[in-house]
């Protein structure tokens, strides 16, 4: 059997279990509802039920923690949002009276750093009307839209970054002129080094593939500064990406080399990305801004045909299966 066949079949069992992995991640969404109270655990009550019904509403399943008339501190936010695998977490706070209002604010908070993303503020005159308070808080902080008549800087977000390490394989086609080769595959592995945002990130890898078992040598190595923009925030979402790096490839089937800069293309979907260990399928595509030149002394003697100074544009489509941490 071919090292392609081989390579073949590992693939479709890496796709079978992704698949897999999906339907599980695209489950409800779960998020944490914190309460803090200053009021009455009547008044409180009406708008803790209200809200997480309006959170339920939305498609999100709700985890309700107990009551607490003190603020809790980021780092427990965090510690309990990785233990319900939460992929939000709001803090409902109801303030002190001051006359006939109090204040009431939904804010969302990081799950990864425990800091307030949208901080919302709104007075209200009555909790009576909870279910329509609830129902106007939990749309602004989904939306992220203040109301006009606000006059502190309600959409503060954080800049704190997360730092990820991760390993991926990687399996293609290398599209280049027939006289290289009719039948081409690739395949190899790449390092990753992230800084990781809220929706964005930041980093470079270092990768090395082989073409055709390594037949003769062939093979792509590179190093690339990479950036991605990430859709969606639940356990399953969708991110494009590009990157800019140096690379070199050696084909000595025809006793070519090519080197120098490169772009990336890239787009994929993340697995169970709220957690310590993540999984993520993505399609790559590496436009070298080289060529592969020939040494211009080779002779193809064994079919007889004169290979002089030829050179080719080779473009590297490929599926990548990686874990990070």
């Known amino acids: 059997m071919t090292s392609s066949r081989v390579f073949g079949k590992l693939w479709a069992a890496a796709l079978m279990v992704f698949f897999a992995l999906a339907q599980s991640a695209a489950a409800a969404e779960t998020v944490l509802l914190w309460t803090t109270s200053q009021q009455r655990a009547t008044v409180t009550s009406v708008l803790q039920s209200e809200t997480s019904e309006a959170l339920q509403e939305r498609g999100f399943s709700v985890i309700t923690l107990p009551t607490r008339t003190a603020e809790t501190s980021p780092e427990e936010l965090s510690a309990f949002a990785g233990q ?63 109301s006009a008549g606000e ?27 027939k006289y290289i080769d009719d039948d081409l595959d690739l395949y190899g592995a790449a390092l990753h080094f992230l ?17 055709n078992g390594g037949r003769r040598d062939n093979g792509q190595c590179g190093v690339s500064v990479r950036g991605y923009y990430r859709f969606g925030e639940s356990d399953l979402g969708g991110f494009l990406g590009g990157a800019l790096g140096l690379s070199v490839f050696v084909f000595q089937t025809i006793d070519a080399v090519g080197w120098g800069g490169h772009a990336i293309l890239s787009g994929g979907v993340e ?35 004169n290979l002089l100074q030829k050179t080719a544009y080779v473009v590297t489509p490929t599926l990548n299966l990686g874990v990070f941490f």
């Open 84 to 146: 319900y695998r939460a992929s939000r977490v709001f803090v409902l706070r109801l303030a002190s009276s001051s006359g006939a209002t109090f204040s009431v604010s939904l804010r969302r908070h990081s799950v990864q750093t425990g800091l307030p993303l949208q901080p919302v503020l709104e007075p209200h005159s009555s909790p009576l009307d909870g279910q329509n308070v609830a129902s106007h808080l939990v749309s602004r902080a989904l939306d992220g839209r203040p």
């Open 151 to 177: 006059a502190q800087a309600n959409t503060t977000h954080t800049n704190e970054f997360d730092f990820l390490m991760g390993v991926s394989l990687s399996g293609g086609v290398i599209i280049a002129p």
């Open 195 to 211: 800084f990781e945002a809220e929706d964005h990130a930041l980093g470079f890898s270092l990768d090395c593939a082989l073409v």
């Open 271 to 305: 697995f169970f990305r709220r957690n310590p260990v993540r999984l993520r399928m993505s399609v790559d595509v590496l436009l070298p801004f080289y060529i592969l030149e020939q040494d211009p002394h080779e002779v193809d003697v064994v079919a007889g045909r």
